[in-house]
């Protein structure tokens, strides 16, 4: 049996239909499992919430294999930044190995560090070291820039495209390597398959700026707009303050707008990837905007 977190989201849900195409017995720990779509009836359903152990305990009776694919970029109702993405996956981890796991996949940010200025990267960094010392069998895939058309962060650059200028946090200098979700899920069977073990730095054949990113999600969906660029010095307190008022439902945080600010590149390219065996495409081609 293997357990799945994450299922919902924008690698999981991807990992999720490969698992059930090929017929896996598979386990996901959700909230809502409303949210599987059809999917919810093809898995073992485990009620769950990763900011309360107790509720996901039983959810890895018999369990082989973690893949552990569920984080946050803003703060939730019940549970922080640090508790969802660092703090969660190492009781995850601690459960799984007290459970009898063999195995534990996992997902974190390229560049995560202890003293990132990001809390999503401090939090990884964090979970990534308990991880490198379990006793497990664990391999640890770290990815570049993660979209899929439609994603949220998109979906987001699409609405402001309703404005006359789209307004671009700082210079929109930050290089990443983004790689589709499509193809990190790919890498995910593949280690499952292959047994891989350590550590791979996932990344997208490209290098492209916060800015490249936007103009070339823009042509994508046809809409031509100028990049305006915005002090962070300004935009820290408005969307502190914006978060403060809408809660849950904000447009947009501050921590979400900080992740837009970090390098996440690898030397290696796209070699991780292509040993095993998935061959990453540009986000150009999958975007359709080349």
Known sequence: MLLLTGATGLVG?????????????????????R????????????????ADPASWRHALRGVKTVVHLAATERDQPRATIEEIDGLAAVRLLRAA??????CFVWLTPLGAAVHHRS???????LAEQA?????????????????????????????????????????????????????VADCVLRALDDGATGRYELAGPDVLSHAD??????RAAHRRRR??????????????????LAGPTAFATWDEAELLTAEMLTPAGTADAERLGVRPRRMADVLGAA
């Open 13 to 33: 849900s991807a990992v999720l239909r490969r698992l059930t195409a090929r017929g896996e017995p598979v386990r996901c720990l959700v909230r809502d499992p």
């Open 35 to 50: 949210r599987l779509g059809a999917e919810r009836v093809r898995v073992q359903l485990a009620i769950g919430d990763l």
């Open 97 to 102: 190995e007290r459970a009898g796991a063999d």
């Open 119 to 125: 809390r999503v990267h401090r939090a990884k960094a």
């Open 131 to 183: 991880v490198a010392g379990s006793g497990l069998r664990t391999t640890t895939l770290a990815g570049s820039l993660v979209y899929a058309p439609g994603d949220r962060r998109l979906q987001r650059l699409e609405r402001l495209a309703l404005l006359p200028v789209v307004p671009l946090l700082g210079k929109g200098g930050a290089r990443t390597q983004p790689i589709w979700a499509d193809d």
């Open 213 to 218: 990113v936007a103009r070339l999600a823009l």
């Open 227 to 244: 990049l305006l660029p915005v002090p962070l010095a300004v935009t820290r307190p408005l969307l502190i303050a914006h978060e403060a």
